[in-house]
């Protein structure tokens, strides 16, 4: 197993401002903090509700009238920048030990293309985020601005046990990335081979190492929704 440090520079979390977003924010800072990595924390302030509000016909429903009523922009910044200060202190709260950057994004464009290299990111993804969203969906747009993928269970503080390298060869980066987080996390090394890459032969774990490619999407799914375990999908490009 090589014993090359980690190629990654950070790890690009998105912020939602909802409940869920504590426990992954939390996930992701631990895995951070193992690989010394910058934290790098997103809010997508989506433009489309203030251009809604604007239209004379838009209508919204309040509870406490029991009654539609027009939509008033007003509101709706107001509501926007509610929900940006809650996920930056947020994100500050949860990253107060780490090297760490919070950014607003206005523009959908931005959220595919960011300014660093991908080569060197970790992008997060996980279903509470999106419940509506396909996993195939999700993953191919994190694909789209990091190299690598983080997947994580919803609602999962992180936990200790064993760090599990699913490989498909003996030159598979896989084995010396989970190598060093071994270590780091002062916990034991499992290597599997990718043969028996079936989420039900997966063994419980603190997190799995994979490389792009060696299971298929399906089976990355089943392993953080169902055995409640993060996995690290290593980008197969260079940095």
Same mark, same amino acid.
């Given at each position: 197993m090589s014993n090359t440090a980690p190629p990654f520079k950070r790890i690009i979390v998105d912020l939602h401002c909802s409940g869920c977003d504590r426990l992954i924010v939390r996930q992701a800072a631990?895995?951070?903090?193992?690989?010394?990595?910058?934290?790098?924390?997103?809010?997508?302030?989506?433009?489309?509700?203030?251009?809604? !509000?604007a239209l004379p016909f838009a209508r919204e429903f309040r509870p406490g009238e029991h009654a539609w009523a027009p939509l008033e922009g007003h509101n709706v910044s107001q509501e926007l920048s509610l !929900?940006? =200060?809650?996920?930056?202190?947020?994100?500050?709260?949860?990253?107060? =030990?780490?090297?760490?950057q919070f950014q607003i994004i206005h523009d959908p464009a931005q959220l595919e293309h960011?300014?660093?290299?991908?080569?060197?990111?970790?992008?997060?993804?996980?279903?509470?985020?999106?419940?509506?969203?396909?996993?195939?969906?999700?993953?191919?747009? !994190?694909?789209? =601005?990091?190299?690598?993928?983080l997947i994580l269970p919803s609602g999962v503080p992180p936990k200790s046990g064993p760090i599990l390298a699913v490989v498909n060869g003996a030159e598979d980066p896989a084995a010396g990335i989970a190598a060093?987080?071994?270590?780091?996390?002062?916990?034991?090394?499992?290597?599997?081979?990718?043969?028996?890459?079936?989420?039900?032969?997966?063994?419980? !774990?603190?997190?799995?190492?994979?490389?792009?490619?060696?299971?298929?999407?399906?089976?990355?799914?089943?392993?953080? =929704?169902?055995?409640?375990?993060?996995?690290?999908?290593i980008g197969t490009e260079p940095a």
């Open positions: 631990d895995l951070a903090q193992l690989l010394q990595l910058e934290l790098f924390g997103r809010f997508f302030a989506d433009p489309a509700p203030a251009r809604l !509000a !929900a940006i =200060t809650a996920a930056e202190r947020l994100f500050k709260q949860m990253t107060a =030990t780490l090297p760490r960011p300014q660093d290299g991908r080569g060197e990111s970790i992008a997060v993804i996980h279903q509470s985020g999106y419940p509506s969203a396909p996993f195939e969906q999700m993953l191919a747009s !994190a694909f789209q =601005t990091a190299a690598s993928v060093a987080l071994a270590r780091a996390a002062g916990e034991p090394l499992l290597r599997l081979d990718s043969q028996a890459g079936t989420a039900a032969q997966v063994p419980a !774990a603190r997190l799995i190492v994979t490389s792009r490619g060696t299971l298929p999407n399906a089976t990355l799914a089943l392993i953080a =929704t169902r055995k409640k375990t993060p996995v690290l999908v």
